[in-house]
C-alpha cells in the first residue's frame, strides 16, 4: 500500500541514483507542489540543489518575501531570488490572448533559467511540480485543434537547454503532495495554501496585463484572501481568486458619479480541481468583503461573485 514514508523513501533513492553528483535547479513558485518537491531532492542531494525562486510581477501582494523568508529561515532550502519582473512586464505589453500569455510567460521563465545555466555548467537537470492532473489535463483535452488550456508547467524545455526533468510528483494528486509534504516536516500553514497558477495574476487580468492592473488587483486578492483566512474560511474552500474584468460600470461614491472597474472573486471547493463547485460563502462574509474592496480600493467600485462550477466552466477565469 502506498504511505507517504514508503513514497518519500523510493523517491528520494531514485533521485539519487538518477542524478548522481550532477547539479540540480528547481524553479520554487511559492506553491506545495515546487516547495515539496524542492524539498525531496534536497533530502536526496543537499546542496547539489539550488532553487530559484522568480519574481515574475505577477504574484500577490508581498509575496515574493514572505515566500523567500520561508524557504530560507524555515526550509533551510538553498535559494535564490531573482526579480526578472520587468523583463516578464515587457514581455506581456499589449498582449490579450489567454494562451499568448502564458507560451509568453513560459518562454521567459525558460529564458531566465536559460542565463542561470549558461553562467554554470554542472546543471543538469530540472527538478518541476508537475502533477497527475496537469499531465492528464495536458492530454486528454488535446482535441483537433489544440489543448484547450496549456499548462506551462508540462511541457517541453529547449532542447539546446540539455537539462533533463526531474518530475518525482508527477504520479500524484494534491492531496498525496499535501500528505508527502506534511511528512517532510513543512509547515502545515504552507501546505494548507490554495493553489497557484504557474502564469499568476497575469492571467486573472481579463486584458493586456499592466503594472497598474496588478498593482489594483493585489490589493482586491489581499482583501479577500486575508478576510478568509482571519473568518476561519480560508481552509473550507480549495482555492479562491480574485480576476479584474475588462468592464467599467457606474457607479456613486458620496455626491460623485463613477466610472470605474469590476472585480469578480472566486471561491470553489473541489478535491483535484479537475471538476469544482463554487464555494458557498457566508452573504454577510461576501457583503463584507465586497464594502471594503469598494471602500478600500481605488479604480474599483462593483463586486461580482462567480457562481459557475467545472465544467462547463473552469476555476480561472482565462
Ligand atoms: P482551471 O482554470 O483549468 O484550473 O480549472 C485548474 C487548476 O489549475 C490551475 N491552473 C494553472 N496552473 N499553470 C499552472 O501552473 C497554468 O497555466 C494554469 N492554469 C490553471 C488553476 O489555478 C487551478 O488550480
Known amino acids: 500500500t502506498w504511505t507517504a514514508q514508503s513514497f518519500i523513501e523510493s523517491t528520494v533513492e531514485e533521485i539519487r541514483e538518477r542524478v548522481g553528483d550532477a547539479r540540480v535547479l528547481c524553479g520554487l513558485s511559492g506553491g506545495v507542489d515546487s516547495t515539496v518537491v524542492a524539498t525531496l531532492v534536497h533530502k536526496a542531494i543537499g546542496d547539489q540543489l539550488q532553487c530559484i525562486f522568480v519574481d515574475n510581477g505577477l504574484l500577490r501582494k508581498n509575496e515574493f518575501q514572505d515566500v523567500l523568508d520561508l524557504y530560507e529561515e524555515e526550509l533551510h532550502l538553498p535559494v535564490k531570488g531573482v526579480d526578472a519582473s520587468d523583463r516578464f512586464l515587457d514581455g506581456l505589453e499589449g498582449v490579450f490572448d489567454p494562451e499568448k ?65 526531474v518530475e518525482p510528483v508527477r504520479e500524484l494528486f494534491k492531496d498525496e503532495v499535501r500528505n508527502v509534504g506534511r511528512q517532510l516536516g513543512i509547515p502545515d500553514h504552507f501546505i494548507k495554501r490554495h493553489p497557484f497558477p504557474g502564469p499568476g495574476l497575469g492571467i486573472r487580468i481579463i486584458s493586456d496585463v499592466t503594472k497598474e492592473k496588478l498593482d489594483l488587483l493585489r490589493e ?24 479584474l474584468l475588462p468592464v467599467q460600470s457606474v457607479g456613486v461614491m458620496g455626491d460623485e458619479r463613477t466610472y470605474e472597474f469590476t472585480a469578480a472573486l472566486r471561491a470553489v471547493t473541489s478535491v483535484d480541481g479537475m471538476t469544482a463547485d463554487w464555494a458557498h460563502l457566508p452573504h454577510p462574509f461576501l457583503a463584507h468583503v465586497s464594502n471594503r474592496i469598494i471602500n478600500e480600493v481605488p479604480g474599483i467600485n462593483r463586486v461580482v461573485y462567480d457562481v459557475s462550477s467545472k465544467p462547463p466552466s473552469t476555476i480561472e477565469w482565462e
Do not use: C
Request: no cysteine; aromatic share 10%; proline share 3%.
Open 101 to 165: 500569455k502564458r507560451k509568453i510567460i513560459g518562454n521567459i521563465f525558460i529564458d531566465v533559467f536559460d542565463d542561470i545555466v549558461e553562467g554554470d555548467n554542472d546543471f543538469k537537470f530540472l527538478a518541476q511540480g508537475t502533477l497527475y492532473p496537469d499531465v492528464i489535463e495536458s492530454i486528454s483535452f488535446k482535441g483537433p485543434s489544440a489543448t484547450i488550456k496549456s499548462h506551462h508547467n508540462v511541457g517541453g524545455l529547449p532542447e539546446e537547454m540539455n537539462l533533463a526533468l
Open 220 to 243: 482586491v486578492d489581499d482583501i479577500f484572501i486575508s478576510e478568509l483566512r482571519q473568518q476561519d474560511l480560508y481552509d473550507e474552500v480549495w482555492q479562491a481568486l480574485a480576476v
